[in-house]
């Protein structure tokens, strides 16, 4: 009867009557009208991107794609950076492609603005020093929590996003990537699998009512071509769970130098998809040197 009483409970809970949201919406929007912030979300640190998306939002499910070395990674780190250490915004980063130590050398990097080759190949300069050592003090007071566990089941995911949320207070978390989290159901079709994770992480960000950035690769049809929904590699259901669809693209000798090695390359974020708002396109910047994105606007040397 105890546990009767628990389920019934919460079944009830399931359907609320339309004047108590009303209430709670109105609310929401005068909380919203009083604080005069620039977005309701929160900032990616691109203006013009966060114009468009007025910030990433609570309870939805953002998909980052690109086709390998157009630099899914490095965005999603640079606005992980930009949220934690500039923000002081608690972020939780799942990578199941990269070590966490590899992860935040790109982070130092980045930061220190020391070519990310110098740091792996350790030949420093004593003036690079004091950069490294002030972006590693900005990076150590951040708020920012990594889980590296390669091929990492979707229900230890789940686990762990909770326990970030409930502990730390995290309230953004990024996933890199998609399809290299491990089915619960090893035994389905590779798409149905995909889908029951794409499905799993939108359910999850309505719970944990926090935004889900979750990077995925492109089929390599769209090489060197402008991406659309289509282009989101081994299932459909992604395209339909996502509330944004973001995608990376770069024309080939987009440098603005022209130089076989150049500091700038353009690059588009082209937003196919936002469910409660526009699409379009906007222009920042890749500095291959830092393993960054930036700003247009900004003098990215």
């Known amino acids: 009867r105890r546990i009767f009483d628990i389920a019934d409970k919460q079944h009830s809970e399931s359907f609320r009557k339309a004047k108590d949201i009303v209430q709670e919406t109105v609310e929401a929007i ?6 005069k912030d620039s977005y309701t979300g929160i900032p990616s640190g691109f203006p013009d991107l966060d114009n468009m998306l007025s910030g990433f939002q609570d309870s939805e499910l953002i998909v980052i794609g690109a086709r390998p070395s157009v630099g899914k990674t490095a965005l999603a780190l640079t606005i992980a950076g930009h949220m934690a250490i500039h923000d002081h915004i608690p972020v939780g980063f799942f990578t199941a492609e990269m070590s966490n130590m590899a992860l935040m050398q790109r982070l130092i990097a980045a930061e220190a603005r020391i070519g990310s080759q110098t740091i792996r190949t350790g030949m420093l300069k004593p003036s690079d020093f004091k950069s490294l050592t002030d ?8 708020p920012l929590w990594i889980n590296d566990t390669p091929n990492i089941p979707l229900l230890d995911l789940r686990a762990q996003a909770r326990r ?10 990024f996933i890199d990537y998609i399809t290299l989290i491990a089915s619960e159901n090893m035994e389905l079709p590779r798409h149905e699998q995909v889908a029951e994770i794409s499905r799993s992480l939108k359910a ?12 995925s690769q492109l089929t390599r049809d769209s090489e060197g071509k402008r991406p659309s929904l289509a282009s989101i590699r081994e299932s459909g259901s992604i395209e339909q769970d996502a509330d944004v ?3 990376l693209h770069r024309e080939r000798g987009s440098d603005r130098s022209g130089d076989e090695h150049p500091s700038i390359m353009e690059t588009e974020l082209v937003v196919a998809k936002q469910r409660n708002g526009p699409v379009g396109t906007v222009k920042i910047a890749f500095v291959p040197k830092y393993t960054k994105f930036e700003s247009l606007k900004q003098d990215a040397v």
Do not use: H, W
Not at 30 to 35: A, I, Q, S, V
Not at 135 to 142: E, N, Q, S, T
């Open 164 to 173: 970030m949320v409930a502990q730390q207070g995290i309230r953004i978390l």
């Open 30 to 35: 005068e909380r919203l009208y009083k604080t």
């Open 204 to 215: 999850l960000a309505r719970e944990l009512k926090v935004p889900i950035i979750a990077l």
């Open 135 to 142: 972006a590693a003090g900005l990076i150590y007071d951040a």
């Open 245 to 247: 669809v973001i995608f």
